[in-house]
């Protein structure tokens, strides 16, 4: 089935240790997003890419790494992880940059518990 | 700054009609989204406009007036499967999506 896979679906993890969150998509979108998803702030953008090998940084980048070698693939890297970083994380895809009508694709989600 | 204002909560009675409204207040404007997010759910995406007026898809209609910068999203009819958060959000002049925080729709028999 098309569509975008996040891994895993959740984790807990202890402060002070590296994780990576897996992001792929199968249906060929130049962008990527990661969203975080907090209760009462709605999405904020973490980290984007408009296309492979290129990355730009969102609203709340500080903490969190990404990188974009390939169309499908878009990890998130915590390098250090703190409690606040606890929260949903999303990834979504769209096709067409710099366009007005690009429905944006989500995965289903990874919650991360830093303790 | 970039902000976008939707209700918190809202309650509906089953097989009724409720607006949920959305103003923002963005720098450059390129098409207001609404997305529906179950519990524990991914957003999946509702409607889009990016000119004044309606948008009617089955039993939902977003209205959109940009001289107001305003909109909102009527569900009709509805249904217990309807209760969800409603998020808003406007792709700025960087084509970036400003997102609302949600509003939470809780239906009632």
């Known amino acids: 089935i098309a569509g975008i896979t996040q891994a895993p679906t959740s984790q807990i993890l202890a402060a002070g240790r590296r994780m990576t969150l897996r992001c792929t998509q199968d249906?060929?979108?130049?962008?990527m997003y990661w969203y975080r998803q907090d209760l009462g702030l709605g999405l904020r953008l973490i980290h984007y890419?408009?296309?492979?090998?290129?990355?730009g940084k969102g609203e709340v980048p500080d903490g969190y790494s990404v990188s974009r070698a390939n169309t499908d693939d878009f990890p998130l890297t915590l390098a250090s992880a703190v409690p606040s970083q606890t929260s949903v994380y999303f990834c979504?895809?769209?096709?067409?940059?710099?366009?007005?009508?690009?429905?944006?694709?989500f995965g289903q989600g990874t919650r991360l518990t830093v303790v | 700054g970039q902000n976008i204002d939707q209700p918190t909560e809202m309650t509906a009675t089953e097989g009724a009609i409720v607006q949920i409204n959305c103003t923002y207040q963005?720098?450059?404007?390129?098409?207001l989204f609404w997305y529906q997010q179950h519990a524990g759910e991914a957003p999946t995406f509702l409607s889009y406009?990016?000119l004044d007026g309606l948008e009617e898809k089955g039993r939902f209609s977003s209205f959109l007036s940009r001289s107001k910068g305003y909109s909102y999203l009527l569900l009709k009819e509805l249904q217990m499967k309807d209760s969800a958060s409603y998020l808003c959000?406007?792709?700025?002049?960087?084509?970036?999506?400003?997102w609302g925080a949600g509003t939470k729709l809780i239906i009632k028999p």
């Open positions: 979504a895809s769209s096709d067409g940059v710099g366009t007005g009508y690009t429905e944006a694709f």
């Open positions: 249906m060929r979108h130049n962008a």
């Open positions: 890419s408009n296309t492979a090998g290129t990355t």
């Open positions: 963005t720098s450059g404007f390129n098409g």
């Open positions: 406009n990016v």
């Open positions: 959000a406007v792709k700025d002049s960087n084509y970036q999506l400003i």
